[in-house]
């Protein structure tokens, strides 16, 4: 069993940056795909990064290529996600997720049902 705790949601301007933590439990949590999701008010839940555990790859939706990092701390059992130059749009509540199988296409990547276990979520807010 795993257990997620994202943190670092705030408040940010658009242009300023914000990290997010998701902070795990489960030794063996490094051989776990990773993801991170967001769903804005009133929209369904939608991919927006994603890291493997085996080749450390990492991929993004469109809309936050160039903008958002990925990236793991196993020693910390946390992952994280890097957001640069926020924008209003990507105001949402972002959930970070794990998968227990290696999720081998991207396709499967970008799914949410894809994933296992899920954290409780944490607000970005970015002003205009």
């Known amino acids: 069993q795993v257990q997620l705790v994202e943190s670092g949601g705030g408040l940010v301007q658009a242009g300023g940056s914000l990290r997010l933590s998701c902070a795990a439990s489960?030794?063996?949590?490094?051989?776990?795909?990773v993801g991170w999701f967001r769903q804005a008010p009133g929209k369904d839940r939608e991919f927006v990064a994603a890291?493997?555990?085996?080749?450390?790859?990492?991929y993004y939706a469109d809309s936050v290529k160039g903008r958002f990092a990925i990236f793991r701390d196993n020693a910390k059992i946390t992952v994280y996600l890097q957001m640069d130059s926020l924008k209003p749009e990507d105001t949402a509540v972002y959930y970070c997720?794990?998968?227990?199988?290696?999720?081998?296409?991207?396709?499967?990547?970008?799914?949410?049902?894809?994933?296992?276990?899920w954290g409780q979520g944490t607000q970005v807010t970015v002003s205009s």
């Open positions: 890291l493997s555990w085996r080749s450390g790859s990492s």
């Open positions: 997720a794990a998968a227990a199988a290696e999720l081998l296409r991207l396709e499967i990547r970008t799914r949410g049902r894809s994933y296992d276990y």
């Open positions: 489960g030794r063996t949590f490094s051989r776990y795909d």
